[in-house]
């Protein structure tokens, strides 16, 4: 069913007018809580797939809040589960700091984005000039001073952990 955009908004609208009341309360009878969700999503699968709607529109509505609502469910059910999953893992107290990330965090901006994007973006250095609009000589330059700050960090990074141990 194609429909001119002022056609489909008055025949959505003549759909949400009959029955929002009807819709709202059986959401409402189910869960008070989640109504209002369930009858917003409700309404907006309407709009999406407003061709398919029967004209006894209203258990269509029906039918859809109800699965609206089941979907609610089982999501919360999910977000439930993985909130215990996630309290039953232990905690550390203080969690270890990678010597590479305490490295990388005491180089300038700079140094890290060249870095970052040869190492974790897998660029090769024609790629890495493009991204950064620069010469490839440039770039290797770059990286070469890079790595050896990096090299530098990672060496009083390394030396101040033994220290304290």
Not at 12 to 18: D, G, K, Q, V, Y
Not at 109 to 131: F, K, P
């Amino acid at each position: 069913m194609n429909m001119s955009p002022i056609d489909r908004e008055t025949a959505f609208a003549a759909l949400f007018e009959a029955h929002l009341d009807a819709v709202r309360a059986y959401a409402w009878r189910r869960d008070p809580a989640t109504a209002d969700d369930v009858v917003a999503e409700t309404f907006l699968v309407a709009w999406r797939r407003l061709g398919d709607v029967p004209d006894e529109a209203l258990p269509w509505l029906i039918a859809v809040a109800r699965n609206v609502r089941r979907n609610e469910l089982r999501s919360g059910r999910r977000r439930s589960a993985l909130v215990e999953r996630l309290a039953a893992l232990p905690v550390d107290s203080e969690p270890a700091a990678s010597p590479v990330l305490a490295a990388l965090a005491e180089l300038s901006e700079r140094d890290r984005e060249v870095l970052l994007l040869a190492a974790w973006e897998g660029l090769d250095r024609d790629e890495i000039a493009a991204a950064l609009g620069c010469t490839r000589a440039n770039v290797s330059l770059r990286l070469f001073r890079a790595r050896r700050r990096l090299a530098g960090a990672l060496n009083l990074s390394i030396e101040g952990a033994t220290d304290v141990s």
